[in-house]
């Protein structure tokens, strides 16, 4: 069984940094690939980054790429989110989310079996 937790969120300003993470409480993530998306106020939730069950591939939205980095720490059950360079239209509740999809990195929302909760990131202009 997987359940996520992310924490991390916050508020910060335009140009700043912040890293979210997302802990899976069960005994199985090494066996999905990982993913974070976010949801902004009145709009459908976005893919934002993706990352194999090994850590060695990862996948950007071109609106990130360059600016966040996606990783995973499989001894900690943790996936990251490190996120710089921020934007005002960066502010969304991130979720992670873990997919047990075998044929290739995907970022699709409708690969994703499990998802945490969410954290609020507010970017200030």
């Known amino acids: 069984q997987v359940q996520l937790v992310e924490s991390g969120g916050g508020l910060v300003q335009a140009g700043g940094s912040l890293s979210v993470s997302c802990t899976d409480s069960?005994?199985?993530?090494?066996?999905?690939?990982m993913g974070w998306f976010r949801q902004a106020p009145g709009k459908e939730r976005e893919s934002v980054a993706a990352i194999s069950r090994s850590g060695g591939s990862t996948s950007y939205a071109d609106s990130v790429k360059g600016r966040f980095t996606i990783s995973r720490d499989h001894a900690k059950k943790t996936v990251y989110l490190q996120m710089n360079s921020l934007k005002p239209e960066d502010t969304a509740v991130y979720y992670c989310?873990?997919?047990?999809?075998?044929?290739?990195?995907?970022?699709?929302?409708?690969?994703?079996?499990?998802w945490g909760q969410g954290t609020q990131v507010t970017v200030s202009s």
């Open positions: 069960g005994s199985t993530f090494s066996i999905y690939q």
């Open positions: 989310a873990a997919s047990s999809w075998d044929y290739g990195l995907g970022r699709e929302i409708g690969l994703y079996d499990y």
